[in-house]
Each structure stands twice: as C-alpha cells, then as structure tokens.
C-alpha cells in the first residue's frame, strides 16, 4: 500500500528553524535535501537519515528534511545534528527565486551526475524514499515542480547511499563511474540465515557495504518482513 503523500502546499507553515536558507547556506558545503513525502518516519528512514545527518556534520553539508506535516515528531538524536534542519516548507518556497541552483536527483533525467555539477547547483534534492523495491516513481512529484534532474546511474540505492554518493560526486569531485559500488550484496546474520539486498551500495574499505548504524540488525530483526514495510 502506498500512503498517502504530504502536500505542503495545504499544510499550514510553522518552521522548525527561522534561519532563511541562504544564510544557513553561507561558509558550508553542499545543501542535501529530503522533501519527505510520507506522513510518518519508519524505522529505516530513521537510520537513513541519522547516517545523513552525521555524514553531512562530518563533511560540513548542510542536511534539510522538508516537506514535513505539522505533527511531525523529529527524533530527538536527529534534532541534535548540527548540521541538519527540519522545515514545514517545501524546496519550492525554501529556494524561491533559487530553483537553478537546486538540482533534482532523478532515476529518469537525461544526463548523469558529474562532479562539474558541483558549480553548478548549491543543493540536491532528493525525492524521500528512493530505496522502494521495486521502485517507485517517488521523484515523479518533484518532477513535476521545473527542477533540473541528474542521474546517479542505472542501479536501485537507499537514500542515503544517493545522498553519500552526490557528495562524492559534487563535494569530494570523484565521478561517479570511480565511486567504488557494492551492488546486490548478501548480509550474513549466522550460520544458516541471510539476505541478499536489492540496492547498491557504496562499498567501505573493508569492502562492506556501507550502512547506517543499526540497519543490519533492524533488517535481522524484521527478517520475516519485506524491505519496503520497514520504511
């Protein structure tokens, strides 16, 4: 079951963070933002964004999660991350007049991710769950808002690998055909259970996949589940 979408332009605006997003934009890195379109905050989401969120403080990123119902309840580790900021509003409203800058990390656009785009464009959008499987056209609804799209090559990834791998592209300048990837792998939980993931991954330098903390033992834990009801 697919549920139902967040629509910001019927939500009624009460921001998280005053800062105006140009000025939060000054003397950092790159902006990542997840314009989240489900009304709720699964438990992989959770980690995904955690991962996000302590990748782009390390890498002085900023990370914005917008889009969010009024309800919404940001957990409080993730509220704690210097570098991230939870908003009410749309990308559309939080980069008014900007909309060049921002690019859209889209499975359909014509050209594929490059580290040029690093000039570019100032801030990424991506479109919440990228990791369905099979996929769904979650970026369809962004889309449809005029934003410039770039490829991040043929393979399914979880959101944070899309985020992780933009800024290796765009921040790190490593194109993305040399970003080492990890493709399909087989999590070994004992002896006698494992799993083999539909996503690709970035592989670590112990040549793991790279995972937010706690992934592994969330997808033990719900083997019995599908991918997709984790979220």
Same mark, same amino acid.
Request: aromatic share 8%.
């Given at each position: 079951m697919?549920?139902t979408?967040t629509?910001?332009?019927?939500i009624?605006?009460?921001q998280?963070?005053?800062?105006?997003?140009? %000025?939060?934009? !000054?003397? &950092?890195?790159k902006?990542?933002? @997840? #314009?989240? /379109?489900?009304?709720?905050l699964g438990p992989?989401?959770?980690l995904e964004?955690?991962?996000?969120?302590?990748?782009s403080?390390?890498?002085?990123?900023?990370?914005?999660?917008?889009?969010?119902?009024?309800?919404?309840?940001?957990?409080?580790?993730?509220? %704690?991350?210097? !570098?991230? &900021?939870?908003?009410?509003?749309? @990308? #559309?409203? /939080?980069?008014?007049?900007?909309?060049?800058?921002?690019?859209?990390?889209?499975?359909?656009a014509?050209?594929d991710?490059?580290?040029?785009d690093?000039?570019?464009?100032?801030?990424?959008l991506?479109?919440?769950?990228?990791g369905?499987?099979?996929?769904?056209?979650?970026?369809?609804?962004?889309?449809?808002?005029?934003?410039?799209?770039?490829?991040?090559?043929?393979k399914?990834?979880?959101t944070?690998?899309?985020?992780?791998?933009?800024?290796?592209?765009?921040?790190?300048?490593?194109?993305?055909?040399q970003?080492?990837?990890l493709?399909?792998p087989?999590?070994?939980?004992?002896?006698?259970e494992?799993?083999?993931?539909?996503?690709?991954?970035?592989?670590?330098?112990?040549?793991?996949?790279?995972?937010p903390?706690?992934?592994?033992?969330?997808?033990q834990?719900?083997?019995?589940?599908?991918?997709?009801?984790l979220?």
């Open positions: 697919i549920p979408k629509d910001c332009s019927q009624t605006i009460h998280f963070n005053h800062i105006p997003i140009h %000025a939060q934009m !000054a003397s &950092t890195g902006t990542f933002i @997840v #314009e989240h /379109l489900d009304p709720e992989w989401s959770e964004y955690l991962a996000i969120a302590a990748e403080e390390e890498t002085k990123a900023k990370f914005i999660l917008s889009c969010l119902p009024p309800n919404f309840q940001v957990p409080p580790e993730l509220a %704690a991350s210097k !570098a991230f &900021t939870a908003e009410h509003r749309g @990308v #559309e409203e /939080l980069y008014a007049g900007q909309k060049s800058r921002v690019c859209l990390l889209d499975p359909a014509a050209k991710l490059a580290p040029e690093g000039e570019t464009f100032d801030a990424f991506f479109g919440g769950i990228l369905d499987d099979p996929p769904r056209d979650r970026t369809s609804e962004l889309r449809k808002k005029g934003f410039e799209g770039r490829r991040l090559g043929p399914q990834m979880t944070d690998t899309a985020v992780r791998v933009t800024r290796m592209v765009v921040q790190d300048k490593i194109p993305l055909d970003v080492p990837y493709d399909f087989e999590l070994k939980f004992n002896e006698h494992s799993t083999q993931m539909p996503f690709r991954y970035v592989s670590g330098a112990d040549g793991k996949p790279i995972m903390k706690g992934m592994v033992e969330l997808i834990k719900d083997a019995d589940k599908s991918v997709d009801d979220f």
